[in-house]
C-alpha cells in the first residue's frame, strides 16, 4: 500500500503567543516548533499499517525550510522518503490555495491511501483533508481512530459526538482526517535517525505544483480575543491566593 | 444570489444542539443584511423536525428527500445540498460547527470553489458585508476574515457564539426538495453506531467537579487532584489527553466527545480550554480555573481563577480547605 501522510510543523504546544505588529500573524522569530499532534498519530496509523501490509509511507509537508527539521524527524521514525513543499509562512492562508499546492503533488505519487491530521493546532480549520478529497476526487472520512484493511477496501472507525463511534467501511484510493490519542507514538531509534540523513526529500516550488491561486478568503487582522467575562483572577503566591479562593467560593459564590 | 440558507443537522427527528444556535445566526445576518432566511434538514426524520424549525420567523424550510439520504454519508449529503444551493443561490450558507458538520461541509465548498469559513464565533458588519471572527491557535488568538468575490459564502458556527433563544418565532412554509442522486456516487458504507463503555459514573449528577488537563505531566501527579476533589466532595474528570493516555477512563472525559456537564462549581487544573472542552462544561454554574499561563483560554470562562503553578496551587488550596 501506498501511503502519503500530509504533515504540518507548528509552534510548540507550551509556546507563549503574541501578535506581530501587522497583526497578519503571530511574532514566530523567538518559537520552537513541532510536528502539529494530530499529524504525528497520522504519521503513526500510516506506519502501521505499512508494517501490516507493506508499501511505502511518504510524508507531504508544505513550509518554511524549518519545516525540514520535522520532516527529518518523520523519516527517523520510519517514513521512506518526504516531499517539501517550500513556501514561506508570513501570515494566516487561505486552506483552499494551500490544499491545491498540496492536491498537485499528490497527483504526481498517486498513492492507495492519504492521511492527514484532523487539524492544524495553529490555523485550526479542520478541514485540509476535507477538501483534498474533493480536489482529488476520492471518498473521504474523518475524525478517525482506527483503520484495518476489509478485502479490496478498508474499515475505519469514526469518532462520532458524545462518545459514540461508527465504522464505515471505504474502497480504496481514499483519504482519512486521523484523530489523536488513539494508539501510542513511536519513538525515532538511533538507527532510525542515522538512516533518516540517506532518505530522499525532494524539494518544489509553488510554482512547479501551478503557482498560488486567487485566495477566496482573507485574514484581515489577528488579535488576542477581547475578555467578554468578569473573572476575579488571583496571581499571589499560592497560599494567599488559595485562601482568598476559598473565602469567595465559601461567602459570596456558595458552592461549598 | 440572494438569501441565508441555514442547513440544520437532525437525527431522527430531533435537531442537534446546536442547530437553533446557526439558525440564530441566519436570522440575524439576514436582518442585518436584508436577506431572506431559508433552513434546510437532510436525513431520516427530517420532516419531523422540519416543522419544529417552521415555529420561527424564516421564509421557508427546504426538506431534502431521497432514500440514499436516509443515513448520513458525506458524498450524499454534499450531492444533494449541491443541487439545492444551484437551486435557490443564496448568498451565504450557514452549518453549525458540529462534527458531522465537519464531515462534509468543507467538501461542498470546495466543490464552489471556496472556503468554508469554520469556527466562527462571532461577526460584524463593515461597509454592507460580513467580516467573520474564528479563532485559531486553540483559542488563543482571534482573526477576522473577509470572503472575497461572489457568494456563495460558507461558514460553520461554533457553539455557544449565538443564542437559540433570541430566535423571534413565526410559521414558515415547509417545502420538500427532490434530490436526484445514484447509488453508485455514495462511495462510503456506514455501520452501525455504537458507544465503547458503558458509563459508570455519571459526572452529569455530580455537583462539584475537579478536572485535570495536560499540565499535571505525569500519571504518577494525578492522585494530587483527586486529593483536591475528596477535600471538595467532588467527582474527579479530566480532559481528553488524560484519557487518551488512559491515566483516566474514557467515561471521565468532559467535552465535546466525553460528556457534557453543568455541576454548581467547576474546577479546571491545568487545562487549557480548548473550545472542544468549553462546550463540555461551560453551562457550569461557578468556573474556577488553576493554570500556569495567564492568557490559557480557560480564563475567559472562569469565575474564579488562581495564575500559578498547580504543584504549588493545589496543596495550598487543600491546606486552605481544611481550616
Ligand atoms: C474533534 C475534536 C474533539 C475533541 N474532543 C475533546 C473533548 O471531548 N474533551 C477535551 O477535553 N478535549 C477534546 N479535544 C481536544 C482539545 O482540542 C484540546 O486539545 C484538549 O482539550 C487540550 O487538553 P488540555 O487543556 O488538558 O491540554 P493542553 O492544551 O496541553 O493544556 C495544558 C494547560 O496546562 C497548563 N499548565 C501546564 N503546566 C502547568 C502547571 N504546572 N501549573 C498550572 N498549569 C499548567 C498550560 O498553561 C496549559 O494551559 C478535541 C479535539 C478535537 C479536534
Ligand atoms: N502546510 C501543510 N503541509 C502539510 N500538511 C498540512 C499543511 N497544512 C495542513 N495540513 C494537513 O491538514 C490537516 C488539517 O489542517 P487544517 O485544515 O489547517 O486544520 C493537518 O493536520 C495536516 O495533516
Given at each position: 500500500m501506498k501511503i502519503v501522510v500530509a504533515i504540518k510543523q507548528v509552534p510548540a504546544r507550551d509556546s507563549l503567543l503574541k501578535v506581530n505588529a501587522e497583526a497578519s500573524w503571530i511574532e514566530d522569530s523567538d518559537l520552537s516548533f513541532e510536528i502539529n499532534e494530530p499529524d504525528a498519530y497520522a504519521l503513526e496509523a500510516g506506519l502501521q499499517l505499512k508494517e501490516k501490509e507493506g508499501g511505502e509511507v511518504v510524508v507531504l509537508c508544505a513550509g518554511p525550510d524549518r519545516a525540514t527539521q520535522t520532516i527529518r524527524e518523520a523519516l527517523a521514525k520510519g517514513a521512506d522518503r518526504a516531499i517539501h513543499i517550500e513556501v514561506e509562512e508570513t501570515s494566516a492562508g487561505d486552506p483552499l490555495v494551500l490544499s491545491r499546492l498540496l492536491a498537485k503533488a499528490l497527483e504526481a505519487e498517486q498513492p492507495d491511501l492519504v492521511l492527514t491530521g484532523?487539524?492544524?493546532?495553529?490555523?485550526?480549520?479542520?478541514q485540509t483533508g476535507v477538501i483534498l478529497a474533493e480536489l482529488l476526487g476520492l471518498p473521504h472520512a474523518t475524525l478517525i481512530m482506527n483503520v484495518e484493511t476489509e478485502g479490496a477496501g478498508i474499515r475505519v472507525r469514526r469518532e462520532l459526538e458524545d462518545g459514540w463511534f461508527q465504522n464505515v467501511d471505504m474502497p480504496l484510493p481514499a483519504l482519512l482526517t486521523i484523530q489523536s490519542g488513539a494508539t501510542k507514538l513511536r519513538y525515532a531509534t538511533l538507527m532510525g535517525i542515522k538512516k533518516a540523513k540517506t532518505k530522499e526529500i525532494k524539494l518544489l516550488t509553488a510554482d512547479e505544483l501551478g503557482g498560488v491561486s486567487e485566495p477566496s478568503?482573507?485574514?484581515s487582522r489577528l488579535y488576542v480575543p477581547p475578555k467578554t467575562k468578569q473573572s476575579q483572577i488571583f496571581d499571589d503566591a499560592p497560599k494567599e491566593a488559595a485562601a482568598k479562593l476559598v473565602e469567595k467560593l465559601r461567602f459570596e459564590a456558595r458552592v461549598i | 444570489m440572494s438569501g441565508i440558507l441555514a442547513v440544520l443537522e437532525q437525527r431522527e427527528g430531533q435537531l442537534h444542539k446546536m442547530a437553533l444556535e446557526s439558525l440564530a445566526a441566519a436570522q440575524k445576518l439576514g436582518a442585518e443584511l436584508g436577506q431572506p432566511v431559508y433552513a434546510a434538514l437532510l436525513g431520516a426524520g427530517a420532516e419531523a423536525a422540519a416543522q419544529a424549525v417552521a415555529a420561527f420567523d424564516i421564509a421557508a424550510v427546504h426538506v431534502l428527500s431521497h432514500d440514499l439520504l436516509a443515513e448520513y454519508t458525506p458524498d450524499g449529503y454534499v450531492l444533494a445540498l449541491r443541487q439545492l444551493i444551484q437551486a435557490h443561490s443564496p448568498a451565504w450558507v450557514l452549518f453549525p460547527h458540529t462534527y458531522q458538520v465537519r464531515d462534509f461541509a468543507p467538501r461542498l465548498s470546495t466543490s464552489f470553489g471556496k472556503v468554508l469559513v469554520s469556527d466562527v464565533v462571532g461577526h460584524r458588519i463593515e461597509n454592507g458585508a460580513a467580516i467573520l471572527v474564528r479563532q485559531m491557535f486553540q483559542g488563543k488568538i482571534a482573526s477576522d476574515i473577509q470572503c472575497n468575490g461572489e457568494g456563495p459564502f460558507f461558514a460553520s458556527i461554533q457553539a455557544g457564539a449565538f443564542r437559540a433563544d433570541a430566535l423571534t418565532a413565526g410559521s414558515a412554509k415547509v417545502e420538500a426538495f427532490a434530490v436526484t442522486l445514484d447509488a453508485a456516487q455514495i462511495r462510503t458504507k456506514p455501520l452501525e453506531r455504537f458507544r465503547e463503555s458503558d458509563r459508570a459514573v455519571d459526572l452529569t449528577a455530580a455537583p462539584i467537579i475537579v478536572s485535570v488537563g495536560r499540565g499535571i505531566r505525569e500519571e504518577e501527579n494525578i492522585h494530587i487532584v483527586q486529593e483536591l476533589a475528596d477535600a471538595l466532595g467532588g467527582e474527579l474528570a479530566a480532559s481528553r489527553p488524560i484519557c487518551d493516555n488512559g491515566w483516566?477512563?474514557?467515561?471521565r472525559q468532559v467535552g465535546s466527545s466525553g460528556q457534557t456537564v453543568a455541576p454548581k462549581m467547576y474546577l479546571a487544573v491545568g487545562i487549557s480550554g480548548a473550545i472542544q472542552h468549553l462546550v463540555g462544561m461551560k453551562g457550569s454554574k461557578v468556573i474556577v480555573a488553576i493554570n500556569k499561563d495567564p492568557e490559557a483560554p480557560i480564563f475567559e470562562v472562569a469565575d474564579y481563577g488562581i495564575v500559578g503553578d498547580l504543584f504549588q496551587v493545589v496543596p495550598a488550596l487543600i491546606d486552605a480547605l481544611k481550616k
Open positions: 484532523l487539524q492544524s493546532d495553529d490555523l485550526g480549520y479542520g478568503i482573507t485574514v | 483516566l477512563p474514557m467515561e
